[in-house]
């Protein structure tokens, strides 16, 4: 399975530069809060080590109340500054991850469909899904923690050194285990995140595969595997779990110890200042509180930074999406209508080739079945049409014009693949009608729906075209989702038509009916219906057979049956 790329780390600071940028007013509002409040909670141990000198002169009540008044009173103001900076970095955070969802869709939906099929659904919903989600956290919570620390541990060095130079010195003792120990596990943390996310979106990508093809594993008889892939993948994900937890479990304990040490040496050189009478009680309490005060925030910040790391992968991965890699080749333009396929050879993975050596030549206007047993290559052979796959080897060309090379919006003007999948789209029915790029006045809303058959389904609608259809609204039948798309598909007006069982949910003879409607609107355009009706082959100015990936035969139905071959036994069969 091929993975979506990641984007580049350059790509992420240009990402981070660019935002920073955008919201320079809020981040430097945010920034004096979280400052404001670091510097009224440095007044705290101040408070405190003076109120401690004032106890051990038996200064009056008077004074050491209101010194125990001001230090809460300091507790409280940086309490609610520190809370107002936390509410503007959530409110910054939703802002930047709204619009990085909306730019994720809107580069999800530019992705060629080969491309996401490719990778798999899996990989696309796991970047949409998880790694939205670790990039939320971080945002909204470890940016803000990580922010408050940095600003904390800064300005309580500073206010240190200011009140004793000498007791100090005793913080220098952590810097030799406190800084090789980070920059060893930072160093290591990022490729074992990178690893443990893959691991993750390919387990997703295995359990929604298998979800989603439920049924055919039980018509096959594949549930075990399915299963024991699930069981594989889900092992891997946790070996990429254990594998981070080891990093930690090696790491945590170096920054504890690195935590306790200028404890006892900022004692050591207290009591030594004491005694020389450098420095007072106060200032001595004042200290060992400012180093317990610094532990929390960096303690916060080291284990923050995990976890933005791990944003890091998940924005890489996010932003991969829209450095997907686009085509070089120079697309060419169509010269006609006509369809030809020359040798065409394709297969889906390199040690399995579904098609072998096609040639097929399909004027304008002609309408072609496509018929063969199960597994012999037809849909294969319409999404290589549709130019949603490339051949392996070999062309497919719409009036000259090599199909897949064409840009998504000249390619849906030349030709339209239609499935038997179809999705109905949260929103009024409108918005599902128009989808296709264009103006569509009402009455041809309707004209379209009716040349499907769905008007009468539409009159009896509380709100005609206006009404909410899809999840939480009205539901649509996945008979009639079918002919939505239908609609969908008369109203985008393509000059080709490629439908492989479109009319598949519909009974036998509604499908008949809905047929005999489309005539009209299809009349003159290139129709390839890869069909397992037969009476839709027998309606077709062409009937190609295909088996094991070839085409073995090719002709009228009238032909095909005096010819006595596949085609004249696939309807005795069915008969």
Not at 72 to 91: I, N, P, S, Y
Not at 164 to 175: E, T
Not at 275 to 290: F, V
Request: aromatic share 4%; charged share 20%.
């Amino acid at each position: 399975m091929k993975k979506l790329p990641l984007a580049d780390k350059k790509d992420v600071r240009r990402w981070i530069k660019e935002t920073a940028r955008e919201n320079k007013r809020e981040f430097s509002v945010m920034l004096g809060l979280f400052c404001v409040a670091t510097a009224i909670g440095l007044a705290g141990p101040q408070l405190l080590g003076a109120l401690v000198d004032e106890v051990v002169e038996g200064t009056t009540t008077t004074t050491i109340t209101l010194l125990a008044i001001a230090f809460v009173v300091v507790l409280g103001a940086q309490a609610w500054f520190k809370g107002l900076a936390r509410l503007r970095a959530r409110v910054f955070g939703e802002r930047i991850l709204a619009r990085n969802r909306e730019e994720f869709v809107g580069n999800a939906l530019t992705l060629p469909l080969g491309t996401v099929e490719a990778a798999g659904t899996g990989d696309l919903l796991s970047r949409a899904t998880t790694d939205v989600n670790r990039i939320d956290h971080a945002v909204r919570f470890g940016a803000p923690e990580i922010l408050i620390a940095a600003v904390t541990v800064v300005f309580t060095v500073v206010a240190m050194v200011i009140t004793s130079p000498f007791l100090a010195l005793g913080l220098l003792v952590a810097l030799p285990l406190l800084v090789p120990v980070n920059i060893w596990y930072q160093r290591r943390i990022p490729d074992v995140m990178r690893r443990m996310l893959d691991k993750w979106s390919v387990l997703q990508s295995t359990t929604h595969e298998t979800a989603e093809g439920a049924r055919t594993a039980e018509a096959l008889n594949l549930t075990g595997r399915r299963i024991q892939t699930g069981h594989d993948g889900l092992d891997a994900a946790m070996l990429g779990e254990r594998e981070v937890r080891a990093l930690q479990t090696r790491w945590i304990p170096s920054l504890e110890i690195s935590y306790v040490l200028p404890v006892p040496v900022m004692l050591g050189l207290g009591l030594l200042a004491y005694s020389n009478g450098w420095e007072g009680l106060g200032t001595i309490t004042a200290m060992l509180l400012y180093s317990q005060v610094m532990t929390g925030p960096l303690n916060e910040a080291l284990f923050w930074l995990a976890d933005l790391q791990v944003a890091g992968v998940s924005l890489r991965r996010l932003l991969g999406v829209r450095s997907a890699p686009e085509s070089t080749v120079v697309p060419e333009t169509p010269r006609g209508q006509d369809i030809e396929v020359l040798d065409v050879r394709f297969g889906y993975n390199a040690d399995r080739e579904v098609l072998h050596g096609i040639d097929l030549r399909v004027p304008a206007g002609e309408r072609l079945a496509i018929v063969g047993p199960s597994g012999a290559g037809k849909s294969t052979l319409g999404r290589l049409l549709a130019g949603m796959s490339v051949p392996t080897s070999g062309s497919v060309r719409i009036g000259g014009a090599e199909v897949s090379t064409l840009p998504d919006d000249v390619l849906r003007g030349e030709v339209l693949l239609l499935t038997q999948e179809q999705h109905v789209f949260a929103g009024t029915l409108r918005d599902n009608l128009t989808l296709p790029a264009g103006d569509w006045s009402d009455d041809k809303l309707l004209a379209a729906l009716d040349s499907v058959g769905a008007s009468e389904w539409v009159a009896g609608l509380p709100d005609g075209l206006d009404t909410k259809v899809g999840a939480g609204a009205v539901a649509v039948p996945a008979a009639m989702a079918q002919q939505l798309a239908l609609a969908r598909v008369v109203l985008a007006d393509p000059h080709t038509l490629v439908l492989d069982e479109a009319t598949s949910l519909l009974d036998t003879g509604s499908a008949r009916e809905l047929e005999r409607s489309l005539s009209a609107v299809l009349e003159g355009r290139t129709v390839i219906a890869i069909a397992h009706r037969l009476h839709t082959a027998a309606a077709a100015d062409r009937v190609a057979v295909i088996e094991g990936g070839r085409v073995t035969e090719l002709g009228s139905h009238a032909e095909l049956l005096a010819a006595g071959g596949p085609y004249a036994a696939l309807v005795a069969a069915a008969s």
